[in-house]
Each structure stands twice: as C-alpha cells, then as structure tokens.
C-alpha cells in the first residue's frame, strides 16, 4: 500500500504491475477489477502483465517449459479493458495474429476504452457485507465520443443472474446513453441480436459459471438522433475507442457522419443500425449494416 499511494508523488509513473503470470497464476492473474478500483482513483492504470496469445505449446524453458495457455482471449480482453499496457509475450512465430489484431489498429495504436474496467459497487457489497449484488468478476467501464458514451460490461465466474441499472456503469454525467445493449460475439462477428437498454429496461448479466476462461462482454450503443445506433467495430475488443473515433454526428436531412483516424492503407469495418421509427419502442425491426472502409494514403 506504501508504495501504491506514493506514486502520487511521481508524474512519471502511469500504470502499476497488478499480477504476475506464471504457469501457476495465470487462472487468476487476470482478476484484476477490485485492484483497478484503487489505481485508477491514484490516476493509474493496472498492468494485468504478459500473457500467452495462443493456446499452442510454450517453446521457451524455465517455469514456461510446456506450458500451454487454455484461454488466451480472455487475457487479451482483459488486458484491453485495463486502459494499461498490453504485452503479448509468445514466442517467435507463436503468437495468435488474429486475436492480436483484435486489439490495436493496424500500425500498433492499442484500441482502449476511456478508463480501466473496474468492478462495480454492487459487486463490492455482495462480497463485503452479503448485498445484493453479483457475486464474481463484474467490471464495468466506458467510451465517449463527443455527448455519447459506450458502456463495456465484463462478467465471469458469476454463478447468478444479475439485473444491473443504467447508473452501474458510472458513465459520464449527462452522457447519453440510452440506446441497446449487445454481447460481443465470441468470433467478433456483427452481433446476433440488440435488446433494449434503458432506465426501464435493465442490463441481464447471465451467470457464466466458475470455470476458468469463461466470460461474457456486453456491450451498450446510444440510440442517436432518427434512430441512428453506432455498433462500432465489432471485430474489435473494444467497438468504440478515442484512438479510432474522432467525431459521430447525424446531420439535418438524417445522414449519420462518423470520422475516423486509422493506419494508411488499413481496412476498417464499423457495424450500425437503425430502428425504423426512431424509437426503442421498434426496435424489432431495425436494420443492421456493415460498412468497410480502407483509410486513404
């Protein structure tokens, strides 16, 4: 604890070493929503540590000799949603590609959310006093882009249901952000299917059960102006992030217009939809796009 507060004292230091990974740690190295709680109210962000991208045999020596990682997508989820450093430490040529790519633009830009995931209050209280809240890992954390705000809910080793409200996920104050909410898909596909969110409709949190690697990411849209919702970058960990959106806005004859930064060359795909009356009340009958973009040279 020493050590924790006095970083307030150095400008220089930005993040903290939460846990390390070892071929003994690693099923719990990636809890790191409760310490998340403490370093970001010191303005740090948590560094989860390495981890191994790919399930593939470890080629290195040591205490890695043989070790075979079981659930690497949920340590580079993890990692994301730290707003710290991310450091996949395979060896050469045994790094997972496509999982990487889910992370970071194509020059290396790590796509983050605007703060560390950290774990919500109900959570704190069904573990300290028996409150009504979640038992497990639930973390919630956000981006904004302009009067709009994205909300990210992780949820693993959660062994009920759990209704969590609009004001859990402790976004800006006088965001909008009544809209949908979504599970990003386990193959980073457009999602299967919207649910409304709302301060009448609350955010189902499904159990996960208590096995290691298994987790859920739910994801809430505002609902923008003529029924515009921006789903993001689905292919990403992280669809909506300041190091890939610049500015979202629907102009007077209800065309949304979305500015974007991204690496020369670098195909972007950004999933929307829109409900055909403008409304939450139709959302049954909303449309989904996909629309690739390349960034120009």
């Known amino acids: 604890p020493m050590a924790t507060l006095n970083t307030v004292t150095l400008s220089s230091v ?40 790919s399930s593939h045999e470890s080629p290195s020596g040591g205490v890695f000799s043989k070790f075979v990682e079981s659930a690497p997508r949920l340590h580079a989820v993890v990692s994301v949603l730290s707003a710290g450093p991310v450091t996949p430490s395979d060896g050469v040529g045994g790094s997972d590609v496509e999982l990487l790519g889910r992370i970071c633009r194509s020059d290396g830009i790590i796509l983050k959310p605007d703060r560390p995931a950290i774990t919500i209050e109900a959570a704190w209280a069904h573990l300290l006093v028996n409150g009504d809240g979640p038992d497990g ?79 859920r990411m739910y994801v809430t849209a505002p609902l923008l102006t003529d029924g515009w919702i921006v789903l993001g970058e689905t292919d990403k960990i992280t669809p909506i992030s300041r190091q890939r959106i610049v500015s979202i806005d629907v102009d007077s004859y209800s065309t949304l217009k979305l500015s974007f930064m991204g690496s020369p060359g670098e195909r972007v795909n950004f999933t929307f939809a829109q409900l055909p009356l403008g409304t939450l009340h139709a959302l049954a009958g909303y449309q989904q796009y996909v629309l690739s973009c390349i960034v120009p040279a």
Do not use: C, R
């Open 14 to 53: 930005n993040h903290m070493l939460v846990q390390e990974y070892t071929p003994t740690s690693n099923t719990n190295n990636w809890k790191i929503g409760k310490m998340a709680t403490l370093l970001y109210s010191l303005g740090l962000a948590p560094y989860k540590g390495p981890f191994f991208s």
């Open 137 to 215: 890992e639930v973390w919630t954390t956000y981006s904004t882009v302009g009067d709009y705000s994205w909300g990210y809910v992780f949820a693993s080793q959660v062994s009920f249901d759990y209704h969590m409200n609009q004001s859990e996920l402790m976004l800006p104050v006088n965001s909008q952000s009544s809209g949908v909410v979504f599970i990003l898909e386990e193959d980073f596909s457009p999602p299967s299917a919207l649910l409304p969110f709302d301060h009448s409709h609350p955010l189902l949190v499904q159990a996960t059960g208590s096995n290691y690697g298994i987790f």
